[in-house]
């Protein structure tokens, strides 16, 4: 039943909320606009699998510092139930550059503390992958990441980790949830006194151990110093990837890298760009004007929180293309294998993980090198379910995902831009050795294994009304699915939605298939307003079949 968002709101004037807080919500009352109202309080942010995320602002639809700390208090009680046999329980906490992060670093950290739990609090912004990082090398049984990645200034978030340095899966994210909905007030919440007990700042040490982890994963050295001038521009787009990724770079040996300098203040309104994105053309137009300038070779752009790499390569007349995600997986990928096959490390025990809306191209290509390769539902915390899944009996290689993600080894179970950042410039170096560019390199790939062409639409749906459209267009491609996607007879349907008949945990996924190889997946977002579309075609004919296929859903 829809509850009356007008009494929820006056519910927030009481003295549970601060003094700025009841005034803002009074504004709003008041204001003669019942959208922004509605918006604000027709909800309860809700707490998913992977924790929250929300426009900043008052109200129960609202990050900010009531309902991230109802949300602290729910996963402290889950814990202290989990770990109850546990003298200690140790929380790592790491956060972005957005607007209000440390803030809600710190009250997560009070929070936590008021309810008996150590904390480890990074003393300032660093990436998402470190954090993960740093949960397995302390010991911790969670850890919590102030951010909302890539999104809008608007926006942040709060990312809930597990002890192996994973966000949280089944059975533990859907506990953490019935935990957190039994906190439905403030007077439920132990903020504690703003006295940082239990509470370890902790910071370069951790740098140390982290970069000291991802230079053992090196493949190449002499190709790095027989090319350690490579030019490289970098910009972290106003993120966290400013602390790790230019010393990444430099610690494997790379001398000539150029910075972005208005895009390395940590700014939460990202002043220099739309969004904070890497998937955005727009977000590396600085790092290639600036490329263009220096002549450089590369360029790489992460985003707020460091686990997503954006990068531009040269094609075969000199101009600087974009790559994207799947592209960028696609040469890793085969350049990892490759290093490992002729360092003799490869055996039956290896294996690749990917997402099942990435490019089927590293099906191909793990098929040549003899190594297993498993599809996972969207989202990384399923690719590290798999390396937990087969931890200390086989060996995880890489895995990565369309949108821009991608890891290497075991050290981290999540996306990591630093890693993937310096093993990008390490395959530039050896395709150098090998007298390629990264283009060219693609190109033969795409020589071997045949043209694999993926593009992703995505339809932004707002509010309440853009909610409910979303969830009727999944209704209605379930009822009348589509016969034909573009130009081809749909042979096949898989509905997610039905673990039974996929194998996989259920998820509110459709993927079409054609008769010549093409594939739609269709899937709403579970962090922004939005419906996103996957394609999917192979051959000469690819480009022309997407923009068939990308008509035809866009009606």
Not at 371 to 382: A, E, M, N, S
Request: charged share 25%; proline share 4%; net charge negative.
């Amino acid at each position: 039943m829809e509850r009356n968002y007008i009494d929820v709101a006056k519910s927030w004037l009481s003295d549970s909320y601060d003094v700025e807080t009841r005034q803002k919500v009074n504004m709003m009352l008041n204001s003669g606009d019942p959208k922004e109202l509605e918006d604000a309080f027709y909800r309860t942010l809700e707490f998913g699998t992977g924790g929250l995320r929300g426009i900043m602002g008052v109200g129960t639809n609202r990050m900010n510092k009531y309902t991230v700390g109802m949300a602290t208090q729910g996963l402290a009680n889950y814990l202290k139930m989990h770990y109850a046999d546990l003298e200690k329980i140790n929380v790592a906490i790491s956060y972005d550059s957005r607007n209000n992060s440390r803030e809600f670093a710190l009250i997560t950290a009070q929070v936590l503390g008021a309810n008996e739990i150590h904390v480890y609090l990074f003393d300032n912004l660093r990436p998402l992958p470190e954090l993960s990082y740093t949960i397995r090398e302390l010991g911790c049984q969670a850890g919590v990441m102030i951010t909302a990645s890539h999104n809008p200034k608007e926006y942040n978030g709060y990312k809930v980790f597990w002890a192996d340095g994973a966000q949280v899966t089944p059975p533990h994210d859907g506990n953490i949830i019935a935990e957190v909905n039994k906190i439905t007030d403030p007077s439920q919440v132990k903020f504690g006194d703003g006295t940082p007990y239990n509470i370890t700042s902790i910071g370069a040490e951790m740098d140390e151990k982290y970069l000291n982890a991802i230079m053992t994963l090196t493949l190449s050295p002499e190709a790095v110093k027989n090319n350690a001038d490579l030019k490289i521009v970098y910009t972290p787009i106003h993120g966290t990837g400013v602390r790790l990724v230019p010393e990444a770079l430099r610690r494997v040996g790379f001398t000539n890298i150029i910075t972005v300098a208005d895009q390395e203040i940590s700014d939460g309104n990202f002043p220099t760009v739309m969004s904070p994105n890497p998937e955005e053309p727009s977000a590396l137009k600085m790092a290639i004007d600036l490329a263009e300038k220096e002549g450089a070779n590369l360029v790489m752009a992460t985003d707020p929180d460091a686990d997503r790499v954006g990068i531009a390569v040269r094609d075969n007349e000199g101009k600087m293309v974009l790559m994207n995600g799947n592209q960028t997986a696609s040469i890793l990928t085969y350049y990892i294998l490759t290093r490992w096959q002729e360092l003799g490390k490869l055996s039956d025990k290896n294996y690749l993980v990917k997402t099942i809306v990435t490019t089927e191209l590293l099906v191909e290509i793990a098929k040549k090198f003899g190594v297993q390769i498993y599809d996972v539902l969207t989202g990384f915390k399923y690719i590290a379910q798999i390396i937990r899944e087969n931890e200390g009996e086989r060996v995880f290689i890489c895995g990565g995902e369309e949108s821009y993600g991608f890891n290497i080894g075991e050290f981290v179970r999540d996306k990591d831009a630093v890693n993937s950042c310096k093993m990008i410039a390490e395959c530039a170096a050896w395709a150098a050795d090998q007298g390629m560019t990264l283009y060219q390199l693609l190109q033969k790939i795409y020589a071997e294994f045949g043209i694999f062409i993926e593009r992703l639409l995505s339809v932004t749906l707002k509010g309440k009304d853009g909610a409910e459209q979303i969830a009727q267009l999944m209704k209605d491609y379930r009822a009348t699915p589509p016969t034909v996607i573009g130009d081809e007879k749909v042979v096949k349907v898989i509905d997610y939605n039905k673990p039974e008949e996929t194998g996989l945990p259920k998820s509110n996924v459709l993927r079409f298939f054609g008769e010549g190889g093409s594939v739609v997946t269709v899937r709403p977002s579970g962090t922004e307003p939005k419906i996103k579309y996957y394609f999917g075609a192979k051959g000469d004919t690819a480009e022309a079949k997407i923009e068939m296929m990308k008509a035809q859903f866009q009606k």
